[in-house]
C-alpha cells in the first residue's frame, strides 16, 4: 500500500503562490490516479483537482480552475499543485490521495489512500 506525505503548506498573503508537494512511498505512484482535497473545519472536504496515471488528463474544481495547476513526477514519486493567486477562501487543510484505476477521480469515495494534510492559510 502506498503512504503519502504532503508538505509546502504555509501562510501566504492573498495573490501569492505555493506550491504543495505529494510524496510517495511503499509503492511507485505510476500505478495510481491522484487527486487534491481540501477541507476547512467544520465543512465538508472538496475536490480540487485530480490527473491521471501518466498525467495526461487532469480537471479542476470551478472555483480553482486557471489559478491552480496539478502535476506528477512518477520518476520522484512525486505529485505537485502549483497554487496562484491565492485568495483567502482558499485556506484550508490540503490533502493528496490515491486510487486504483485509470480515469480521474472527482469524488473522494473514490480514493483510497490519504495523505496526513497540510495547512494552507492565505491571510494579509
Known amino acids: 500500500q502506498v503512504q503519502l506525505v504532503e508538505s509546502g503548506g504555509g501562510l501566504v498573503q492573498p495573490g501569492g503562490s505555493l506550491r504543495l508537494s505529494c510524496a510517495a512511498s511503499?509503492?511507485?505512484?505510476?500505478?495510481?490516479?491522484m487527486g487534491w482535497f481540501r477541507q476547512v473545519l467544520g465543512k465538508e472536504r472538496e475536490f480540487v483537482a485530480a490527473?491521471?496515471?501518466?498525467?495526461?488528463?487532469?480537471r479542476y474544481a470551478d472555483s480553482v480552475k486557471f489559478r491552480f495547476t496539478i502535476s506528477r513526477d512518477n520518476a520522484k514519486n512525486t505529485m505537485y499543485l502549483q497554487m496562484n493567486t491565492l485568495k483567502p477562501e482558499d485556506t484550508a487543510v490540503y490533502y493528496c490521495?490515491?486510487?486504483?484505476?485509470?480515469?480521474?477521480?472527482?469524488?473522494?469515495?473514490?480514493?483510497?489512500?490519504w495523505g496526513q494534510g497540510t495547512q494552507v492559510t492565505v491571510s494579509s
Open positions: 490521495a490515491a486510487r486504483g484505476g485509470y480515469g480521474l477521480g472527482l469524488s473522494q469515495s473514490s480514493y483510497h489512500n
Open positions: 511503499g509503492r511507485t505512484l505510476s500505478v495510481y490516479a
Open positions: 490527473i491521471t496515471r501518466s498525467g495526461d488528463s487532469t
